[in-house]
């Protein structure tokens, strides 16, 4: 037996990589299947080598037992998730801040560390670039510039992504293939927009896959999107995943404030001072989302 983890699924095959980074193709055994246990891109399991691999292909063999997982992202599929590096950039398109808030809450959700890469860089002005900064500081995140047109940040963003599991998301053409392709020139992943990509008959959608970095980090590349919904979560763990709320919400006079119009209410007058204007319209914001969910 060996330990492997998966790095790409498809048709009920299982790529995956075991610990010298040797390459098995596996199926799983039936069991698990019967048991309705799906396995995911980033599993680790436990794997009964059939076929030894030589230079020509993968060695196959049999998935036998999935180990535990410390999370797992619904979109993209991926489990074992060691940090989510939101990628927006400066112009071309703008960003989206609500949307960066909502990424951060997702991924505050299953306990992902999340950081910020702001890609772009060489499209703005020093004046637009302060702005921008402004607002950034504002959220409880570490962040970086990045250009994967000049190279600037790209060396911060590598360090950034040694030895671990990191998944790139956010929307369509803010560059995170570029930036994948400037950390690591031989992924030679597809870059573009859409309608560039659609005109070279490419795919738009990307399965996804575990790439490994010659630093020993892997990354996941996920399609760009502009709509994401909380699904199952419930308007009252929303605070919990604004971190800056964290020391202020044993303050508010209610046990069970939920920081919108209550009295007494810690957060709220932390405005302006601790907590920016910005981030908490975002919290109202998807309170209010949350609350239309659970009326239905
Ligand atoms: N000026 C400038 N253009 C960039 C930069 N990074 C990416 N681009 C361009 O932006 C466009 C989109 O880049 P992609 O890397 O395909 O963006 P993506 O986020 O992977 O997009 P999706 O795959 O649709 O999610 C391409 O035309 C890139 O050449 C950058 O740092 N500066
Ligand atoms: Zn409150």
Redesign the pocket.
Known sequence: MRQGKIFKAAGGFFSLRDEEGVKFTCRARGILKRNRHTLMVGDEVIFQPVVEPNCDSAGEGVIEKVLPRKNSLRRPAVVNVDQLAV?F?MK?PLCDWQLASRLAVLAEREGIPVFFCF?????VTADELKEIDILLVSFPYTYIH?????GEGIAMLKNNLACRCSVFA??????????L?AVQPKLT??????S??IGRGKH?T?SVELLPLDNGGTVV?????TRLNFADMEAGELAHYFPEFADLRSRCIFRDCRHLDEPGCAVRESIGKSINPLRYEHYRFFMEELNRQEVY
Do not use: H, Q
């Open positions: 990628v950039s071309n890609n772009k860089a060489d499209l990045t250009s994967a047109l000049t956010g929307p369509s053409g803010a560059g995170k293939s570029s930036l392709n992943l597809k870059t573009g927009t859409i560039e990509k738009t990307r590349d996920t399609p760009g999107f």
